[in-house]
């Protein structure tokens, strides 16, 4: 659905091409949450948005939605792996957050042509 897509890729460059703001040493955390909480709650509540948005999902479609999303995760952890479990400083929860709204976007986007195709 989204993680075959160059727009995915995309964006995984983006955020390959972004990790010096992960790098270094920890910083003044936003709050208790590590960097791939952070991630995890941002997607969890974008998907939340995806699905709400989109009630004519079936229940087959909605599955494979979290599927996606746990395949980002897995993604994010790959990535993040030497940074995942920081505090998160104020600048990486804002990118995150942003992060986390592009992913929607892919996701609004993929959800719309299926729709349409129906």
């Known amino acids: 659905m989204v993680t075959d897509k160059d727009g995915y890729m995309h964006l995984i460059q983006f955020l390959t091409e972004h990790l010096g703001l992960f790098e270094g040493k920890e910083g003044a955390g936003v709050s208790d949450d590590t960097v791939m909480e952070l991630f995890e709650e ?20 909605r599955n494979q939605v979290i599927r996606e999303i746990d395949a980002i995760v897995y993604d994010l952890e790959e990535i993040l792996a030497s940074v995942a479990n920081r505090k998160a400083t104020p600048k990486q929860s804002i990118f995150i957050t942003e992060f ?19």
């Open 42 to 61: 941002q997607l969890s509540a974008q998907i939340i948005m995806v699905c709400g948005q989109n009630p004519s999902l079936t229940f087959a479609q």
């Open 100 to 118: 986390s709204g592009l992913i929607k976007n892919l996701f609004d986007q993929e959800i719309s042509k299926i729709l349409i195709a129906e």
